[in-house]
Nanobody, 126 residues
Framework: QVQLVESGGGLVQPGGSLRLSCAASGRTFSRYHMAWFRQAPGKEREFVAA????????EYADSVKGRFTISRDNAKNTVILQMNSLKPEDTAVYYC???????????????????WGQGTQVTVSS
């Protein structure tokens, strides 16, 4: 089992940057594909980015390509989402998620992920 705790959210002006962290517990963290999803008020949870267990593969939603970067450090049980050039439409609660299936290509639907953090709020506003 994996427990996930996100941090790093906050209020930022358009064009600014934020760095989200996801700390994972559990000895098998390195076996999980990891992802970030987000959910804005009144909208469905949507895929943002994912990284394979080996860090060999990453996937991004079209809306964040070129602006967001996902990375992981298996030695520290941590996943990072670096968000640059933030826009008001990036405002949402951001969730870290883990998929223990090991399937490739990585999946981008919420139901494929078994473990979730509690979320961290990101607000982009002037």
């Amino acid at each position: 089992q994996v427990q996930l705790v996100e941090s790093g959210g906050g209020l930022v002006q358009p064009g600014g940057s934020l760095r989200l962290s996801c700390a994972a517990s559990g000895r098998t963290f390195s076996r999980y594909h990891m992802a970030w999803f987000r959910q804005a008020p009144g909208k469905e949870r949507e895929f943002v980015a994912a990284i394979s267990w080996s860090s060999g593969t990453t996937e991004y939603a079209d809306s964040v390509k070129g602006r967001f970067t996902i990375s992981r450090d298996n030695a520290k049980n941590t996943v990072i989402l670096q968000m640059n050039s933030l826009k008001p439409e990036d405002t949402a609660v951001y969730y870290c998620a883990a998929d223990g299936s090991g399937l490739e290509p990585m999946r981008t639907t919420p139901r494929a992920y078994s473990y979730w953090g509690q979320g961290t709020q990101v607000t982009v506003s002037s």
